[in-house]
């Protein structure tokens, strides 16, 4: 048995939160509990300024969008460009 | 050399009549009983080595293209097996051989690349007995993962019986005081009686490793249906794990995640590194080696290689769960083979999850 370094990516950052969604014990499981269901990876929503989201999580009536960041990333400015998704039924 | 299907049927039919009569008459076998093992393969028969550990086998076909004939040699010793390949995944090797010698030849044989034994675990021998009469079973439970001196002094390191009855009721019983006073209860092999109207048609010792003896029987036929029954509920298993791999696939909206990872409950906590080093260290009976490539006290992250196919895998250890990720294409018996080796060997009241609940 070999132990290597510690690593901690954007990958790990992505599966911890792929987790949420899980119905596992072990797990924190809270976006389970509230109803979400993981739906795609790095969804492709075709929205101008591209915007990138890593995860999108649906329950019935909702989406939930997650940006997965590491470090020091500012994540407010693309906070906005969310609102120009339309949503159609 | 036995020739075809119908011809190893009837030898086998000769040696439970013989058996029969004896037992009637003396109280004893006169043959040694007609024993089937069933192995997971992925391979086909001429992918299989033809020497190993000192063993040199010889494969005769017969006229049934799917059985053939195993001549085995070791120094003097000389036996024969007939490996019945009609199901692609799981082989029926047939014998009326010395146990401890096939016991022997099965251990190595079945830890060749590509080929396994069965790892059913005790839910899965209590799925067996409910739909006939379970007259016994036995328990063959070993500490292996922490020495004597690491247990707790309500910890158990060894635990072996064996239970032959005529009726069902002291079996259930002696199980239900074992479960309730948390003694290991991981059931080694379970004996099961087909009964028709006074007339038995077999009683069969199933142990947990897919090896099942005909302790007594008339029909020959109805071993071979039970055993093929066995298969069916394992290989029915094995497609819900399978199905349950994890998967990435591309769509126009973005990747799809299939799938979904395995949850193993502890019933309670243990040191995880020293699970882990026992663990994936590449021996038997878990077959598996792996590095730890993250750590937290309470937490290690375990890339790995299954040694029985060579396929990848990933686990996290906690002190009281474990995750284990399989990839696309490995193979499901690592959930059988890990979950089955912690029951025996670690922890009876240990359970496993996929996202529906208990797998087992």
Known sequence: MTNTDQSFDHLDIINAVLGLAYNFESYPNHLFKAGYKLSRIEPIIGVPDSINPDILFMSENMGLFAECKGGKFKTGSNLSRYDSIQVRH | ?360
């Open chain 2, 1 to 360: 050399m036995i020739k075809s299907r119908s011809e190893l049927h009837k030898q086998m039919e000769r040696t439970i009549d013989a058996n029969l009569r004896s037992l009637e008459e003396h109280g004893e076998y006169s043959e040694y009983n007609v024993k089937t093992n069933i192995i997971e393969s992925n391979c086909n028969i001429d992918k299989i080595p033809l020497t190993f550990d000192g063993y040199h086998i010889e494969i005769k076909p017969t006229d049934d293209k799917f059985l053939f004939g195993l001549i085995v040699r070791k120094n003097s010793q000389r036996f024969v097996l007939y490996i019945d390949t009609f199901f692609d995944r799981y082989w029926k090797l047939y014998n009326m051989e010395n146990s401890e010698t096939i016991d022997k030849f099965m251990d190595k044989f079945t830890n060749l690349l590509l080929l396994d034994s069965l790892w059913m675990p005790h839910q899965m021998l209590d799925n067996i007995e409910s739909t006939l009469v379970n007259v016994g079973f036995s328990i063959k439970f070993k500490q292996e993962i922490f020495d004597e001196d690491e247990l707790g002094e309500d910890d158990i390191s060894q635990l072996t019986m064996r239970l032959w009855s005529r009726g069902t009721k002291p079996s259930k019983n002696l199980f239900k005081l074992l479960h309730e006073n948390n003694y290991p209860s991981t059931k080694t092999s379970t004996r099961v009686l087909n009964i028709d109207d006074n007339n038995v048609k077999f009683l069969d010792e199933v142990f947990f490793d897919g090896k099942i003896t005909v302790n007594k029987g008339t029909d020959i036929e109805e071993h071979i249906r039970f055993v093929d029954k066995i298969i069916d509920d394992y290989s029915d298993k094995m497609k819900e794990i399978e199905n349950n791999r994890m998967s990435l696939t591309k769509s126009a909206c973005g990747q799809v995640v299939g799938g979904s990872p395995f949850e193993i409950k502890f019933s309670k906590n243990y040191d995880i590194y020293h699970l882990a080093e026992k663990i994936i260290n590449s021996t038997h009976p878990f077959k598996l080696w792996g590095v730890i490539h993250d750590q937290t006290d309470d937490f290690l992250r375990i890339a790995g290689v299954d040694v029985h196919t060579g396929d990848k895998f990933s686990m996290d250890l906690m002190q009281k769960y474990g995750r284990l990720y399989l990839p696309e294409n490995a193979c499901g018996n690592m959930v059988f083979r890990l979950y089955t080796n912690i029951q025996h060997y670690l922890d009876p009241g240990v359970m496993i999850f996929d996202e529906h609940g208990s797998v087992f």
